[in-house]
């Protein structure tokens, strides 16, 4: 059975990483980028990641600009953005692509295992679905991700157990996450 330790992701100086590296972890596996409406959620997710990383937790943090060019800068810029700005002290990995054939294949693995279920109910949520929409088009069945920072929770043994859209709320994230931890522990 494949898990999220089968793949190896580049880090953000390009070197390769094998996420065998963080086996035994609760992981937290986002895409992200610095010029999106939902950019605050790195203040929450740092705020996560101090509280339960001595328990085994990390975020692995992958930047991507598909998304209406929400990321352009180069790794060290946006590094340092999240740095400075949010104090974004977790793993942060070299910018990629998440959909259309130039997907990373780890987010291709996480979406397949975890598809898409929706933003929500809103109008916030319909008006970011049909944005998203329109976005994600030229991407057609290759589509994998809807919008910046997608989350994916991985249990302890590497296997995709949740997804979380943009639209869900912070604190259910965390539940999910300190719900992981305590039944993993």
Not at 82 to 88: E, H, I, L, N, R
Not at 106 to 116: G, M, Q, R, S, V
Not at 121 to 131: C, I, S, T
């Amino acid at each position: 059975m494949k898990t999220v330790y089968d793949f190896t992701v580049k880090d953000r100086k390009g070197n390769q990483v094998s996420l065998k590296e963080y086996a035994g972890k609760v992981l937290l596996i986002v895409n992200t980028a610095t010029g999106c409406g939902f950019t605050p959620h790195y203040e929450p997710l740092e705020a996560m990641y101090k509280e339960y990383q001595e328990q085994g937790f990390e975020i692995l943090d992958f930047p991507c600009n598909q998304f209406a060019n929400q990321a352009p800068g180069s790794e060290d810029e946006i590094h340092q953005f999240c740095t400075v700005k949010f104090g974004a002290d977790f793993p942060q990995f070299k910018k990629i692509d998440v959909n259309g054939e130039t997907a990373d294949p780890l987010f291709a693995y996480l979406a397949t295992e975890k598809p898409f279920e929706g933003f929500g109910k809103g109008l916030k949520n319909a008006a970011l679905n049909k944005f998203s929409d329109m976005n994600n088009r030229k991407y057609g069945d290759k589509a994998y991700i809807r919008w910046n920072f997608t989350k994916f929770l991985v249990d302890r043994e590497g296997k995709v157990i949740a997804r979380f859209e943009p639209t869900m709320d912070m604190a259910q994230v965390k539940a999910a996450v300190a719900q992981q931890l305590k039944e993993q522990a």
